[in-house]
């Protein structure tokens, strides 16, 4: 069974500052990892996933994450964050194939002028 | 390409009352996933249909169903509605769930209030 954990459910960061979101995984199988974005009203957005081979993944509006197997980690990093970043990012990851995808908590970024 | 669609946007229900939830999924995608989505719980699977099929099942109790048409279409339904039940029902479609990587793209949602 996969599980997802977010730490925190709230970041704030100002305008240009780095943004740093965290996801920590848990799966019995080699996971496939997604990070999700959610703007108010909206549904969710792909914006990058890792399945297999290079481990730092690139996605749309310039975030990337790093597939970390020994920390079971894959945190989503932009260097310098926008107003319109400020939405609800969801990591979520399955099993190859799909099967048991699970989302987890959430994290709602704002980002301060 | 048009993306997934769900009718209606919005809907206010009444307690013990029933709703179908409908989604049409990308042109060519033939697995169909409904999720709810609440402030308490996040993010909840409810199930997946392909082809016409349901092939996985989340941890919710009877009254929520659902069904696949022979096009992808798919509708699910709620019955004997509780105020629980408000959420924001978000459906997703997939190539098939064979094709890696598996990539779910989302519809905006149905919103649902039971009063």
């Known amino acids: 069974a996969q599980s997802v954990t977010q730490l925190g459910s709230h970041v704030s960061v100002s305008e240009g500052a780095l943004v740093l979101l965290r996801c920590n995984y848990s799966?019995?199988?080699?996971?496939?990892l997604f990070w999700y974005v959610q703007y108010p009203n909206q549904g969710l957005q792909l914006l990058l996933k890792?399945?297999?081979?290079?481990?730092l993944v690139k996605g749309i509006n310039g975030f990337e994450a790093e597939f970390k197997k020994s920390e079971t980690s894959f945190h989503l990093t932009k260097p310098s964050a926008h107003m319109s970043d400020a939405a609800e990012y969801f990591c979520?990851?399955?099993?190859?194939?799909?099967?048991?995808?699970?989302f987890g908590p959430g994290t709602r970024l704002s980002v301060l002028p | 390409k048009a993306g997934v669609t769900q009718t209606p946007r919005y809907l206010i229900k009444t307690r013990g009352q029933q709703v179908t939830l409908s989604c049409s999924p990308i042109?060519?995608?033939?697995?169909v996933s409904w999720y709810q989505q609440t402030p308490g719980q996040g993010l909840q699977f409810l199930f997946e249909?392909?082809?016409?099929?349901?092939?996985n099942k989340g941890n919710f109790p009877g009254r929520f169903s659902g069904r696949q048409f022979s096009n992808s279409r798919s509708e699910m339904n709620v019955s004997t509605l509780e105020l629980g039940d408000s959420a924001l029902y978000l459906c997703?479609?997939?190539?098939?769930?064979?094709?890696?990587?598996?990539?779910?793209?989302f519809g905006p949602g149905t919103r649902l209030t039971v009063t």
């Open positions: 997703a479609s997939s190539l098939d769930r064979g094709d890696s990587p598996y990539e779910q793209y």
């Open positions: 799966s019995s199988v080699p996971p496939y």
């Open positions: 890792y399945t297999t081979g290079a481990t």
């Open positions: 979520a990851v399955s099993g190859p194939y799909g099967q048991n995808f699970v």
């Open positions: 042109s060519g995608h033939r697995s």
């Open positions: 249909y392909f082809s016409e099929t349901q092939r």
